[in-house]
């Protein structure tokens, strides 16, 4: 009997050595597929964006700048202060930025005066930016076009979401000889941030409104600064 439970007692522990061996090799195995997945799965987001937390664009430091914003005919028979309002926001936010990308930079044009230039000269708007830009005496021109904008939901005319899209350009003027310095289409801005595609009720255009010209300010700002 002894005997017996010695030759048991044997092949369970040898039973229990199986298993313990299956499964550091099972642990093994899910380990070096889980890293061939990733592997094969691509580089992370971090990997994929080197440039994350650098601006798109660095070139205004020690240069003098301005806005100018364009905005179709519709937009400005709704809207009169479009341009105003959204040169105005997005100046005010690089004029108080401090980092390095726009260390020296001057604004020796304020965006009341730019929209007077362009009230005053319609011709602008059928002009190359590269030929206006000049004009202004500056080096840095600041270009935006809102190709869309709406306070209003796609889904029901009866629920509130601020909507726009635009493409910004930077104008570098150096001497007489002008050049595109930097150029971006389809920033989009929505209002409010969290509203689903149908919107919402409880508001009104205005909010709409001034909600999405700080959110699109906001986008167009960020393209110039790490901050």
Not at 43 to 69: D, F, I, R, T
Not at 106 to 124: A, E, F, G, K, N
Not at 129 to 151: D, K
Request: some cysteine.
């Amino acid at each position: 009997m002894r005997v017996q439970n010695y030759m048991v007692l044997h092949d369970a522990r040898q039973l229990c050595n199986r298993i313990v061996l299956i499964l550091l090799y099972a642990s093994i195995l899910c380990i070096s597929g889980c890293t061939w997945v990733g592997a094969m799965a691509g580089p992370s987001k971090e990997m994929e964006s080197p440039e994350k937390g650098k601006p798109h664009y660095a070139g205004l430091a020690g240069h003098s700048a301005a806005v100018m914003v364009w905005a179709d005919r519709a937009a400005k028979v709704e809207w009169p202060s479009i341009q105003l309002d959204l040169a105005s926001q997005i100046q005010n936010k690089l004029y108080a930025n401090k980092s390095s990308e726009l260390k020296g930079t001057t604004w020796p044009r304020q965006p009341s005066s730019v929209v007077r230039y362009q009230l005053d000269h319609p011709d602008v708007d059928a002009s190359p930016v590269t030929e206006v830009a000049p004009r202004l005496g500056i080096s840095r021109l600041i270009y935006v076009e809102v190709s869309s904008f709406s306070t209003r939901s796609d889904a029901s005319f009866e629920m509130y979401r601020g909507s726009a899209i635009a493409s910004v350009k930077v104008i570098e003027v150096e001497g007489t000889q002008t050049k595109v310095g930097y150029s971006e289409s389809s920033i989009r801005a929505t209002f409010p941030p969290k509203a689903t595609a149908e919107g919402v009720f409880n508001s009104t255009d205005a909010i709409m409104y001034r909600g999405v010209i700080a959110a699109l300010a906001k986008e167009i700002a960020g393209r110039f600064s790490s901050e």
